[in-house]
């Protein structure tokens, strides 16, 4: 009995924030992206909380909400993506939000 009350309420609790997001699923803590120049973390948590909780600044615009979606970043060394503002490189290029990838391949690819 205390165990369906507490996992009811853990169910309404969910619901509830899901119905408020208007959100099918729940944003992922961090996300892998397998790379064959090392993996990549994507912190997605820390990401959010940069953007103050704004979904919109990166869904739908840049991203599907899906895992398995293409992110279409890695052509021509980022640097396709870089010139045209898309992707990661939204903010991830010279003179944007956050580092470009030239010198900083280690920040985001983890190897060995
Ligand atoms: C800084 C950009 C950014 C912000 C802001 C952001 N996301 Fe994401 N999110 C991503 C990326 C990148 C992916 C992976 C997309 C891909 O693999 O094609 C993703 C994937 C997801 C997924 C799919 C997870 C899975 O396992 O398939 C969900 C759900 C999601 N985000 C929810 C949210 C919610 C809810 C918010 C706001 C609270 C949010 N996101 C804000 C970048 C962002
Ligand atoms: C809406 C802007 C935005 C987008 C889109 C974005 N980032 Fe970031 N990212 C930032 C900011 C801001 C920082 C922190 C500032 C800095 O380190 O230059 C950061 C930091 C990082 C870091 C360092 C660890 C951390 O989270 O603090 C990694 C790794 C990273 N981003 C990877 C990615 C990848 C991979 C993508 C695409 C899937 C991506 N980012 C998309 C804004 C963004
Ligand atoms: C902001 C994080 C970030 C930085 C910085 C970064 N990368 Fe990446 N890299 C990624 C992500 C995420 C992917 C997967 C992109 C995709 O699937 O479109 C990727 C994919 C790649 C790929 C494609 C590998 C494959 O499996 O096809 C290569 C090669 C690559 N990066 C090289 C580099 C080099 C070289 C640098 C430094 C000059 C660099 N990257 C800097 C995040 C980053």
């Known amino acids: 009995m205390r165990i369906l009350m507490v996992s009811l309420a853990f169910a309404s609790g969910l619901l509830g924030t899901l119905a408020l997001m208007g959100q099918q699923k729940a944003a992922p803590p961090k996300l892998t992206f397998v790379t064959k120049n ?12 940069r ?12 991203f599907a909400q899906d895992a398995k979606a293409p992110l279409n970043y890695k052509a021509a060394l980022h640097r396709t993506a870089e010139t045209s503002m898309t ?8 003179g944007g939000a956050a580092f470009e990838s030239k010198g900083n391949c280690a920040k985001c690819h983890m190897k060995g």
């Open 38 to 49: 090392g993996n990549v973390t994507f912190d997605h948590a820390a990401h959010v909380m």
């Open 51 to 62: 953007e103050k909780g704004d979904c919109a600044a990166c869904h739908p615009k840049l």
């Open 87 to 94: 992707s990661c490189a939204s903010c991830h290029r010279m």
